[in-house]
């Protein structure tokens, strides 16, 4: 039997702060919790977060789970691991049931940021660190503007590629894609 991947479009809200702020680069109402779900994972289990520091502001209350951790390089935002997404990523026992990575899209849109454009992480790099560092069977997320190639076999395991879905929030704005991979065991 030949595997599909899953394809989709989700046509969701502007999303603000839980103090009605918006910002620059904000994941719109409601997509995280079903990230969550093409994930594969509960609020119960732990998720890291890549370049998402800002999720623990969400005002939705599935958007982050008591068991997930947040990675980003502004200090401000008091991540649970303060590094460089280019390096390689923590790792748990076992591995990360699920990796979610909502970097920025491009250089031009990494100077939005306090890390700035010299710190924009290329998507086919963070991809392929979120494979080594989930678990067999464990799955990685990317919101961007494009999907990235997964890596080769040579670094030691295969990469199922699990869905394709468009993400925009109204007329006139850029659509995103999200894309889900999975380390096969």
Same mark, same amino acid.
């Given at each position: ?12 809200? =502007? ?16 997509f995280p919790?079903? $990230?969550?779900?093409?994930? /594969?994972?509960?609020?119960? &289990?732990?998720?890291? #977060? ?5 999720? =623990? ?16 390089? &502004? ?8 590094? &460089?997404? =280019? &390096?390689?990523?923590?790792t748990v026992?076992? *591995? ?15 100077? #939005? ?23 067999? *069977? /464990?799955?990685?997320?990317?919101? #961007? ?7 080769s076999e ?8 699990? $869905? ?22």
């Amino acid at each position: 039997m030949t595997y599909r991947p899953i394809t989709d479009i989700w046509i969701l809200a =502007r999303a603000k702060l839980r103090n009605g702020k918006k910002f620059y680069g904000s994941y719109p109402a409601g997509f995280p919790e079903r $990230a969550r779900a093409l994930l /594969g994972v509960t609020i119960n &289990d732990a998720a890291l #977060h890549i370049c998402g520091g800002k999720v =623990r502001f969400y005002p939705y209350p599935n958007a982050i789970g008591p068991n997930d951790k947040t990675l980003d390089l &502004d200090e401000s935002l008091a991540p649970d691991y303060l590094q &460089d997404a =280019r &390096d390689p990523f923590p790792t748990v026992e076992g *591995g990360w049931p699920a990796i979610l990575m909502d970097p920025p899209y491009s250089e031009e849109d990494a100077k #939005h940021y306090s890390p700035g454009a010299v710190k924009y992480p290329k998507p086919n790099l963070l991809l392929k660190n979120g494979l080594i560092a989930v678990r067999p *069977g /464990g799955r990685v997320g990317i919101l #961007h503007y494009l999907s990235p190639r997964p890596p080769s076999e040579k670094i030691g395991f295969r990469t199922r590629f699990v $869905a394709c879905i468009g993400v925009m929030v109204g007329f006139n704005n850029r659509i995103r894609v999200f894309t889900v991979y999975e380390k096969s065991c």
